[in-house]
C-alpha cells in the first residue's frame, strides 16, 4: 500500500505488517515482476521508480523516469517491461525489469489515468480528458489506436479479462463501458457508482469489482464475453476508493484513513487525514 512516502507491505493471509520500502516520495503505484520476485514504485515526488526485492523487500536500484510525477504503472508479461506513465508530461517511460534501465518513452496526447496490459504485448491506458482509452505496442513501445469511451465521460478505472479480450472501463458518469481490447468494438455498459477509482477482475468467478467515491464498491457479473449486469452494490467507507483483489482467497481490500473537515478557504476539497485512524477493510464472497 503506497503512503506519501513510503509502502507498507501487510501479509494478507495474517493480516500483519511485515514491513515497509522506504524513501518513495509520493508513491503512487506498485507493480509486480512475478518470475524475478521484483517490484516497481512509481515515485510522483520525485520523478523516479524504485525497485526493490518482493521476498526481503530490500530497494535495489532505482531508474529515472523521463517525465514528471510517474503514476498509474503497469507490468506487461510479454515483453516483460514496466511502463510508468507521467501524470504531469503527458508521456510514458518504459523499463526493462531485469536490466532496470530505461528502454524508451514516448509521448500519450493526453493525461492519463489508469492502465492495463492484456498480456501479449499490448498496453492501455485511459486518457481522461479526451474520453478515449490509447492502445500501445509494447514491443515497439509506441502508441497506437484510440478508443472512444461513449457513451460514457471520463474514464478513469480499468480491468482487463485477458482470456476474452474485453475492457472495463469505469467512467465519471456512473457507466462501467466494455471495450473489445482487439479492436476497440463498444461492447455495452453498466451502471456503477459515482467517483470510479480502481477496479479489479477475477476471472474464476467473472466478477468485476469497481471501488467508488461515495463508499461503495459495484460488483458486476460477466455472464458472457458480451453480456453483463450488475449484480451487487456492496457499501464500504466513505474514503475507501482504493482496492487491491486477492484472486486465491477471493477478498478485496480497500485502505483508507478519516479526514477532518475541509478548510474553510476550499470548502470543496478534502480535509487532512487525521493520525491514527489508517485501517485496511476486508470483504469476501
Known amino acids: 500500500m503506497t503512503h506519501g512516502t513510503h509502502v507498507a507491505v501487510i501479509d494478507v493471509d495474517l493480516g500483519n505488517l511485515v514491513g515497509t520500502i522506504d524513501n518513495t516520495p509520493g508513491a503512487h503505484f506498485t507493480v ?98 479526451k474520453n478515449v482509452v490509447l492502445q500501445i505496442d509494447a514491443w515497439t513501445m509506441t502508441p ?3 478508443w472512444p ?38 461492447i455495452g455498459s453498466v451502471p456503477i457508482g459515482p467517483g470510479p477509482d480502481d477496479s479489479a477482475y477475477d476471472p474464476e468467478t467473472r466478477l468485476i469489482y469497481i471501488s467508488n467515491g461515495d463508499g461503495t464498491v459495484s460488483v458486476i457479473q460477466q455472464e458472457s464475453a458480451d453480456k453483463y449486469s450488475l449484480l451487487e452494490t456492496v457499501k464500504t467507507a466513505p474514503g475507501a476508493r482504493n482496492m487491491a483483489l486477492d484472486l486465491k482467497t477471493k477478498r478485496i481490500f480497500l485502505p483508507l484513513s478519516d479526514r477532518g473537515p475541509p478548510p474553510p478557504t476550499a470548502p470543496g476539497s478534502r480535509g487532512a487525514l487525521m493520525p491514527g485512524t489508517f485501517r485496511v477493510l476486508v470483504f469476501g464472497m
Open 32 to 129: 509486480i515482476d512475478p518470475e524475478l520476485d521484483r517490484g516497481f514504485v512509481s515515485n510522483g515526488g520525485a520523478a523516479r521508480l524504485t525497485i526493490f526485492n518482493t521476498k526481503t523487500l530490500a530497494t535495489i536500484g532505482e531508474v529515472k523516469s523521463t517525465g514528471e510525477n510517474p503514476g498509474p504503472t503497469v507490468f506487461d508479461p510479454a515483453t516483460k517491461r514496466v511502463f510508468a506513465f507521467n501524470l504531469n508530461t503527458h508521456n510514458a517511460t518504459a523499463v526493462d525489469s531485469k536490466e532496470g534501465k530505461v528502454v524508451g518513452s514516448f509521448d500519450l496526447g493526453g493525461r492519463p489515468e489508469l492502465a492495463g496490459t492484456d498480456a501479449k504485448g499490448n498496453v492501455f491506458v485511459n486518457l481522461v480528458q
Open 144 to 146: 497506437g489506436q484510440t
Open 149 to 186: 469511451v461513449a457513451p460514457c465521460e471520463g474514464p478513469r478505472t480499468m480491468a482487463v479479462d485477458q482470456n476474452n479480450g474485453r475492457l472495463f472501463i469505469g467512467c465519471a458518469i456512473r457507466r462501467m463501458v466494455i471495450l473489445d481490447s482487439n479492436n476497440g468494438r463498444a
